[in-house]
């Protein structure tokens, strides 16, 4: 195997460049199955990015004692931050609590007299997993000087199934495009090898192993899945900043939060790489296969 290793590589490239055609034809179908796998999946992750912010600004309200004086109270922040899970807790006054109560709710102007003293100090608490939202507002009603604390839990088990459901069914489409990419190349790979069938025949009849005919056909797949994941990550990349673009521009879409595709490349790439190799390398195997039973 190590003296025909080079042999396996020539042959392989060989073969792709002497089907010029079939070999395009080869790429281009691998080109487009990782694009639409790549664009299914790109959304369902920034999808569940909006949902996990969303469910992130899904805070715990922690209320202050009535009794604690002013200055007590604000010095209860480093003791809400030290509870687990705890990411942030900002400080809100009475008065800051009555001026966000009067400019969110009071249109007719009803109540802009009305006392801070109806309110409490409070705690807008942040956490770093959502998905603890129970167990962190009972540990921060624990916290002494804190009378209560509030966490709208429904919701936040509302967002928990969303995205259960969202990364449920992207995971559900990539699988069968990934299905569907390996027939389809494994269709196209059979045609670049259906003229060469009697030349496999011919080996088999001198001896030559299946292993010995299969290994370029391998490497042929490999390096058109190759070139096929290339292409494909680049014109992704491209269409990626598009719709960024797009969003950033569209006044009904920009509350939309799209991740960088800097902050994701490296992922994508590494995953259009074994993809393509998946496709290229399982769709050459299975052409082959066929061919081999003389």
């Known amino acids: 195997m190590k003296h025909n290793f080079g042999y396996f590589i020539r042959e392989g490239a060989r073969n792709m460049f002497s089907h010029g ?40 309200v922690a209320f202050v004692d009535d009794t604690l004086s002013d200055s007590h109270a604000q010095e209860l922040g480093a003791e809400l931050e030290k509870v687990e899970n705890v990411a942030s807790a900002t400080f809100v006054s009475r008065e800051e609590a009555r001026d966000n109560y009067v400019n969110n709710y009071d249109e007719d102007d009803l109540y802009s007299d009305l006392s801070a003293e109806v309110f409490r100090h409070r705690y807008v608490i942040h956490l770093e997993d959502p998905d603890l939202m129970a167990e962190t507002k009972t540990a921060v009603e624990n916290v002494e000087g804190i009378a209560k604390a509030r966490g709208d ?17 992207s995971v559900a489409l990539v699988a069968v495009l990934l299905v569907v990419s390996l027939f389809i190349i494994s269709n196209t790979i059979k045609l670049t090898t259906f003229d060469r069938r009697e030349e496999i025949a011919i080996m088999k009849m001198v001896g030559a192993t299946n292993g010995f005919i299969r ?38 879409l920009q509350l939309l939060r799209i991740v960088p595709f800097l902050r994701i490349w490296d992922i994508v790439a590494v995953v259009f790489g074994a993809a393509g190799i998946l496709i290229g390398v399982g769709g050459s195997t299975m052409a082959i296969r066929r061919f081999l039973k003389v």
């Open 21 to 60: 055609f079939m070999s395009f034809a080869a790429i281009g179908v691998t080109v487009a199955c990782l694009l639409i796998m790549g664009t299914f999946a790109l959304i369902a992750f920034n999808v569940n990015e909006n949902l996990a912010e969303l469910q992130r600004e899904n805070a715990v």
């Open 153 to 169: 839990e429904a919701v936040s088990n509302g967002f928990i199934t969303l995205r259960n459901v969202a990364s449920l069914i």
């Open 215 to 252: 290994w370029p056909f391998v490497f042929e797949g490999l390096l058109l899945g190759l070139l096929g994941a290339v292409a494909a990550f680049i014109l992704q990349w491209v269409l990626y900043l598009a719709m960024c673009r797009g969003v950033s521009t569209s006044d009904t």
